[in-house]
DNA sequence: TTGAAAGCGCTAACAC
DNA sequence: GTGTTAGCGCTTTCAA
């Protein structure tokens, strides 16, 4: 039924590779042969069958992405970065999203590396992961994407910096009692934003204790859960959130309260998803570089990919670093406000001497300096 | 290098025939061959070469999508619950995002076509596809996602029930002036919820002046242009969005001025996106049925696939009924507030006596019934 | 400049 | 039960 290149070199009285030669720009043919291939191609309609193709010269034009999920804002937009460079660079995506689970993601490694990938981009799910240990047995590249991974090419954000750029900016506002909002850690990732965080807060000679940390499941409900730190005595003045979606939660306890944001608590997110904008006033969060991530990645697996066996690129490790977008949901501390000594004293504080200027505080602050 | 079929063979000491046997269970292996087979795969590290099982088999078991964009929260839904639905019944979705391009639509489908699958979901990108026209070339099965298409296999949302009931919820509250912010139509949807809710409210007795409805591209912008509608006189009490991003944007602005929803103004969004529940107080709004939409688009899909040439599916286009979601952005009109008549007439009425009862305002209101 | 022939890795008659 | 063989649609030497 369906046309074929020998049903083409058939009607046009060729041979089959004068087809090929034609589709390909292999080898000149004559302006005559070339008239009478390109004819009856058109008139059976013929579509060249990539299937064919690609088992013949061993490489798909295609790449698997795998990843979490593709409704969170975040991952949404990875996704469709990659899928768009991907595009431009010739190769179809073959997405599978793991719903969060090491079984799953296994499955749908293994399964593209059967569907003859030429490569794969791979958010992976959770510690749990076993991909890492199995890929010994996969021949095909792999890039890691937000994750790091020790001996394999990965592209990911500084999450550490970002912390570190969180809490100077609440500590450079004046904030000394400051509420923490944890996710809990599936994945490094959100581990290295609260050590971050936490480490610029020392700088101050600040210190979080432990009862002004929530921690849970990295979603909406977790950050609800500020109630428990508004009850605290000195309550925060501030708050840092491990990422946007907890923010958003806190932020709707925070308005249904009676709460000002951010007359009378500050607020930092991170991830700065689409939403955040949208916010009234508009959330300050620790920006992910997007589509640098999504471009690097792709762009670190195509030359993976066309090095083939030869020389391979020698960055293992990108780490792009996150930027800190001031809004409106942050301020300077209200003098006389709440979280203010009591007595004198400053609860949180176990350093005597907080820094006077941001030069000072910066000084040697950071095992990476700061880009600005 | 890499194992196939032939080698295995070769190890174990049989036909390839055997091993593909083994393989697909096609045929009862003794215990003995099985066994050997089996210890070959796992010695060489064997995975079976899907791309030439398919070449022969005719048959890839991939299923295209093709969508405007993942990153909007609506065909972020869609297209997670289509590859969750497809993976389950055994397909590998290939991405393919359009980003509202016409031209490299057509040229995602082509290029789908090529790669040989079964079958494409397309949520196309503009009336200005030129998909449908091109479909006679096409031999693959074409299921349309959220878009008619005449004589043609789709499932969308009965956009035009969204509009009525959106439309009678406010009217029945009590609302008379009542704006519209009307996404420019880049597909038949949006119009039809704009007529769906025009219809109703004429059941009420109330039309929608010209000046009563902004129009532009449906997107956050055109939210913001609620504040030409607010200098109105008589300010409108409630307003209709045709999505709930334009709804959200207006949102913002009416927080930003000093509204207070529910109380000075109610509003009604459309899509139910995952935000919407997350506002102060939650968007009132209506649900298109996400997940219903992605699980049939496939499943007619999937049956398409299987029928094959033989009986093919009779039920050409699905329609998906929304609901409305009464949430906290829409209250009873208050006595004597703003919009009120004034001097006794109500300056959208057009007709003289609105119907007493929701009974009778829904009787014959309907080309199809409400649920409800 | 064009054609014949081999083969990518797999499956499916069909024979034994 | 197992092996032989042909062929899915394509590209690519190599020869003419």
């Known amino acids: 039924m369906k046309a074929t290149i020998r049903s083409v070199a058939k009607l046009a009285g060729v041979a089959p590779s004068t087809v090929s030669h034609y589709l390909n720009q292999t080898a000149p ?96 799910c959770s510690q749990k992961s076993r991909v890492a240990e199995t890929l010994s047995d996969i021949s095909v590249p792999i890039v890691f994407v937000d994750r790091r991974v020790p001996d394999q090419y990965s592209v990911c954000t500084d999450n550490f910096l970002g912390g570190r750029l969180a809490g100077r900016h609440l500590a450079t506002l004046g904030h000394r009692v400051i509420g923490l909002l944890c996710g809990e850690p599936s994945v490094e990732n959100v581990a290295e934003r609260i050590q971050g965080f936490q480490v610029e807060l020392q700088r101050f000679g600040l210190e979080i204790p432990e009862a002004y940390k929530a921690k849970g499941r990295q979603d909406l409900q977790l950050g609800l859960r500020i109630t428990d730190l508004l009850q605290l005595d000195p309550r925060p003045t501030a708050i840092f959130a491990t990422n946007d979606i907890v923010a958003i939660g806190a932020w709707r306890k925070l308005v249904e309260s009676g709460f000002r944001i951010p007359r009378d608590i500050s607020i930092v997110g991170f991830d700065d998803i689409a939403i955040s904008r949208f916010l009234v006033p508009p959330l300050t969060t620790v920006a992910q570089p997007y589509r640098e991530i999504g471009a690097k990645a792709v762009e670190l697996l195509v030359d993976l990919v066309q090095a083939g066996e030869t020389g391979k690129p020698a960055q293992e490790n990108v780490i792009l670093a996150p930027t800190l977008k001031i809004r409106g949901s942050t301020a300077p501390l209200k003098k006389g406000g709440a979280g203010k000594a009591i007595d004198g004293r400053l609860p949180q504080r176990t350093k005597p001497v907080p820094p006077k200027s941001k030069r000072s505080s910066r000084k040697g602050a950071s095992r990476r300096p700061f880009k600005s």
């Open 29 to 124: 043919l004559s302006a005559a042969t070339a008239k009478s291939v390109e004819e009856a191609i058109a008139a059976l309609n013929y579509r060249v069958n990539l299937g064919a193709r690609s088992l013949r010269l061993r490489k798909t034009n295609s790449i698997g992405v795998v990843i979490p999920n593709i409704t969170s804002p975040f991952f949404g937009e990875i996704a469709a970065v990659m899928e768009n460079r991907l595009w431009e660079r010739g190769f179809q995506t073959l997405l599978c999203i793991s719903e969060r689970s090491p079984e799953r993601e296994l499955s749908q490694v293994a399964h593209l590396v059967s569907r003859q990938v030429d490569g794969i981009l791979l958010v992976y």
